[in-house]
Each structure stands twice: as structure tokens, then as C-alpha cells.
């Protein structure tokens, strides 16, 4: 076994962390509640809820590089 751990301590930390991972996607999908529903017609830009407005506001005021 890698580290000198034994099976059954490798199994253990193994199910813990699987365990650990599981329920923290769990807690953020709970969370932010993604919208999962599919619109027949798609939407125009800046409809969509998950798009980062105040990035965008913000990439749009970059000056442009000088050469």
C-alpha cells in the first residue's frame, strides 16, 4: 500500500473522503439551487440570471493596449 497504511485504514480514509466530497457538492447544490429547466426559445444575452453582469461591466471599460 502506498505510504505503508493498511487496507483497512486506506479503506476507511477512502470512504471517509468519498463521504466528505458527496455531501459538500450536496450542500452547494442545495445551495445556489441551479436552474435546471431547458427554455424552447433561448434567450437573448444578459437574460440569463447565471451570467456575471458586473464582470462584464467591468471587462468592457478595459482601455486597449497601445503599441
Known amino acids: 500500500m502506498p505510504a505503508g ?8 480514509m477512502l470512504t471517509a473522503s468519498m463521504l466528505a466530497m458527496f455531501a459538500g457538492a450536496e450542500i452547494v447544490h442545495r445551495y445556489y439551487r441551479p436552474d435546471l429547466s431547458i427554455p424552447e426559445i433561448p434567450p ?8 456575471l453582469l458586473g464582470l462584464k ?11
Open 57 to 67: 461591466k467591468e471587462n468592457q471599460q478595459v482601455q486597449p493596449s497601445q503599441q
Open 44 to 51: 437573448k444575452p444578459g437574460e440569463l440570471r447565471t451570467e
Open 5 to 12: 497504511v493498511s487496507w483497512p485504514r486506506y479503506l476507511k
